[in-house]
Each structure stands twice: as C-alpha cells, then as structure tokens.
C-alpha cells in the first residue's frame, strides 16, 4: 500500500515537473519568437532609416555638386596662365575700349594691348565674334567683356570727349571703289557708285570718316583713322565670304576654288600682326588724317587661288563665274605715309601668312566636325546672287 502510494505520489510530481518543464519550455519558444520578432523590427527600421538616409544624402549630393563645380571652376580662375603681360605703371598703362574685340582683327588687336600692359574693355554683341577669341583674358584683371549690341548706342564719341580719350575709327580701303588712280594713295578721293550693290558698306566706312572728322572739328575730340586694306589670318569667320576665307575652306574640303570674272583682278593681303601692329602705332602717333595700312604686295585673284591650291595640297579645280557688279579690277596700298610717319611696313611673308591661316581652318574643320557642324563656303555681302572678292 505504501509503495502504491509512493508511486503515485512520484507520478504526480512527475506529470507537475512535465507541466513546469514544458510551460517553460514554451516561455523560453515565446522568448525567443519575440526576440526575433523585435530583432527584425529593428533591422527592418535600421533599414527603412539607412534608405531615409541615403535619399536625405543622395539629395543633397544633388544640391551641393553644382556648388562643388562653382568652387572649381573659381579655383580655375585663379589658377588660370594667362599669356605673358609687360608690367606697365599707373602713368603709362592705358584703358582702351574696343567694339568689336571678339572679331577677327578685334581679339588680336585684344591680345596686343593685353600683352603691353595695358586695361582692356572688349564690348561685342558675337553677332560674327566669338567668346573664344578672348576667352584666355577672362578672369584676367586687366580684361573686361560685356555683351552688347551697338544698335543701342554707346555713344564712344561723347566717352571720348568727357574722358579726353583719343578715337581710333578702323576705316577700309573700300572708300576707294574701283579706284582709278593706282595704287591707292590717302589724298585720292575714291572712285564709288553711291547706288550699287555694294554701297552700304563703301559708302557707310566713308560717312564714317566723316563724320568722325566733324566731330574732331566740332568738338576737339582727337581723332585717328586706319584705311585697312586686304587681311587674313587666324580666326577669321569661316562663312565670311572674303576671298582667303572662302579659297581655304574650298580648298579644305575638296570643292571647286570659285573665281568671279576672268581672276585678272589684283589684290594685295596682309597679315593680322602685321595690322595689329599698324593700329597700335597710328593710335599712339600724332597722324590725324588717313593713313592706309595693307601689304603693297600685288597678286591676281587666279594668282592666289593657285597658291592657296598648292599650299593645301588640294585637287580642287578653279571655277570660272560671272563678273560681280562694281568689282575692283585693281586693289593696291600706297604706304608711304605709314613708312615715314608711323616707321610701319608689314613684315610677315605671304606664304608663311597663308600657312598659318590654313592650319587654323583646318583645325576649325576638326573641331566642327567633331561637333556635327561642316561649314560650307558661301558668298558674303550678297546682292542678288553676286559677291566681291575682298
């Protein structure tokens, strides 16, 4: 009886220890789902945080990048080389403005100036300039570029009077037409048709001169004009329609060199140095009348599309069109007066002129290709479908 009892006894205990043993098992499973549960809750919020964080810091990147290049584009400017500039003192460095500095003969009358010292405020709408003509100035103490447009005026003559400035007008051997004196000399007074095609612009550069002289009279403005005759040279506008321009390109690219009328016309080219150097004299001498400044160097226009044909390297042919109305048959400076009273001539040999024209175009037509753009050569100044060779 006893050990039946005793067994029972041990039994109840037993089926209690099975009780506790098995609710502690089951606190211990429910432990431990919870322990994950509450684990992956916090992965999933570390998660769902490190993304709010990452999209916080992808933004800001966004914000703060265009910044970043700001900064590096200022520490390119201060760290920009600028080409090589003469120190010039207070008394001696002048401030010179110039319409037009982006142009051909503009940005290397620019880089003239820059180079001596001198403060430059270039003023250009880039109708036919471009940026990249000064670019290596900007940032540069000295240089200044504002984008204007003279159809609004700037009124540079009044600018003259109030600082005292001296006016140097870039006039043109067009004033002569189709000169009957030859070569052209600056007491000759022009031969122009005042109503033909190009009209506008001999007889624009002609009023200019003018009236440029009418207000040095009138108002005591000093006063200088170059007559600029036939220049080439690097950056010149590939579609200008000028002779060299329109040769090279042709040339270039393979197409027929285009003479207008029998080619017996004679030019004579200079190269843009030697111009540049012709203005910056004639600015700072006391010459007030005329002066011209060109290469007396004579060639035929068929004379020099064979040169332009042979330096190139080209198979192009010549091509033979009509005659252009009011043409020049004979083109060429008498530079005495820039001899004797600037010491002037040009300097630069046609060829060797010719040669770095051409490397610039040449280079042009990579850099425009590359950029889907192949210019064509085309006639400029046209009235009615007719062109000049200037």
């Known amino acids: 009886m006893v050990s039946k009892a005793l067994l029972r006894l041990v039994s109840a205990v037993n089926r209690r220890r099975m009780k506790l043993l098995l609710g502690i098992a089951l606190l211990a499973y429910v432990a431990?789902?919870?322990?994950?549960?509450?684990?992956?809750?916090?992965?999933?919020?570390r998660s769902i945080q490190e993304n709010g964080e990452l999209k916080i810091e992808r933004k800001i990147e966004e914000i703060v990048e265009p910044l970043r290049e700001k900064i590096r584009d200022l520490e390119k400017s201060f760290t920009q080389k600028y080409p090589p500039v003469k120190f010039l003192s207070e008394k001696d460095r002048k401030r010179i403005l110039i319409t037009g500095g982006a142009g051909f003969v503009g940005s290397h009358l620019t880089d003239k100036l820059m180079m001596d010292g001198h403060e430059v405020t270039v003023v250009d709408n880039f109708f036919t300039g471009r940026k990249r003509n000064v670019e290596h100035w900007i940032g540069h103490e000295n240089f200044e570029l504002i984008n204007h447009d003279v159809v609004e005026p700037l009124y540079i003559e009044g600018l003259a009077k109030r600082v005292g400035a001296r006016l140097l007008l870039a006039s043109t051997s067009e004033v002569y037409g189709d000169p009957e004196v030859h070569p052209q000399s600056e007491d000759y007074w022009g031969h122009v048709n005042p109503i033909g095609p190009r009209a506008c612009y001999d007889e624009g550069?002609?009023?200019?001169?003018?009236?440029?002289?009418?207000?040095?009279?009138?108002?005591?403005?000093?006063?200088r004009v170059a007559r600029i005759f036939n220049t080439f040279g690097p950056r010149m506008h590939m579609n200008d329609g000028r002779v060299v321009s329109n040769f090279i390109l042709q040339a270039l690219q393979g197409e027929p060199l285009t003479v207008y009328g029998s080619g017996s016309q004679t030019r004579a080219f200079q190269y843009v140095s030697d111009l540049v150097n012709g203005l910056v004299a004639l600015m700072n001498s006391n010459v007030s009348s005329p002066v011209n400044l060109g290469n007396p160097e004579e060639h035929t226009i068929l004379e020099f599309a064979q040169l332009i044909k042979n330096l190139v390297g080209s198979g192009s042919e010549i091509q033979f069109l009509s005659e252009a109305q009011d043409d020049p048959q004979k083109r060429k400076p008498d530079i005495k007066k820039a001899k004797l009273m600037l010491g002037?001539?040009?300097?630069?040999?046609?060829?060797?002129?010719?040669?770095?024209?051409?490397?610039?175009?040449?280079?042009?037509?990579?850099?425009?290709?590359?950029?889907?753009?192949?210019?064509?050569?085309?006639?400029?100044?046209?009235?009615?479908?007719?062109?000049?060779h200037n």
């Open 32 to 45: 431990s789902v919870w322990g994950n549960f509450v684990n992956m809750s916090f992965l999933l919020n």
């Open 205 to 223: 550069k002609r009023v200019a001169e003018t009236m440029c002289y009418a207000y040095m009279k009138q108002e005591g403005v000093e006063v």
């Open 344 to 388: 002037w001539e040009p300097v630069v040999p046609l060829e060797e002129g010719l040669n770095k024209a051409i490397h610039y175009f040449r280079k042009e037509l990579e850099y425009q290709a590359n950029n889907q753009y192949i210019p064509k050569p085309k006639p400029a100044r046209i009235k009615k479908g007719r062109t000049r």
